[in-house]
Nanobody, 122 residues
Framework: HVQLVESGGGLVQPGGSLRLSCTAS????????LAWFRQAPGKEREGIAY????????FHSASVKGRFTISQDNAKNTVYLQMNSLKPEDTAMYYC????????????????WGQGTQVTVS
């Protein structure tokens, strides 16, 4: 069982940047896929990026590609989400999640979740 703790959210103006962090309680290789999701009020949870912790291969959804970058630091058991050129529509609660097999952006396939960190772009 892995525990995930997110940090780094806050209020930012449009066009600004934030970096979210997600620190895992266990070595990332035991949970090889780490992902970021977001959920805005009244909307479904949306997968936006994942990284295969075994080799660092990233994937970004079309909605954030070119603006957001997922990365990992295995020495710190931490995954980051660098968010640039933020837009009001990026406002949401952002969650880190982990799964033990495979990788993807379907929330139902992730067993472990952090508590979330709020990002507000206004």
């Amino acid at each position: 069982h892995v525990q995930l703790v997110e940090s780094g959210g806050g209020l930012v103006q449009p066009g600004g940047s934030l970096r979210l962090s997600c620190t895992a309680s266990k070595y990332t290789s035991s949970h090889p896929c780490l992902a970021w999701f977001r959920q805005a009020p009244g909307k479904e949870r949306e997968g936006i990026a994942y990284v295969d912790a075994r080799d660092g291969t990233p994937f970004h959804s079309a909605s954030v590609k070119g603006r957001f970058t997922i990365s990992q630091d295995n020495a710190k058991n931490t995954v980051y989400l660098q968010m640039n050129s933020l837009k009001p529509e990026d406002t949401a609660m952002y969650y880190c999640a982990a799964r033990t097999q495979g990788c993807g952006l379907r929330a139902a396939q992730y067993a472990y979740w952090g508590q979330g960190t709020q990002v507000t772009v206004s």
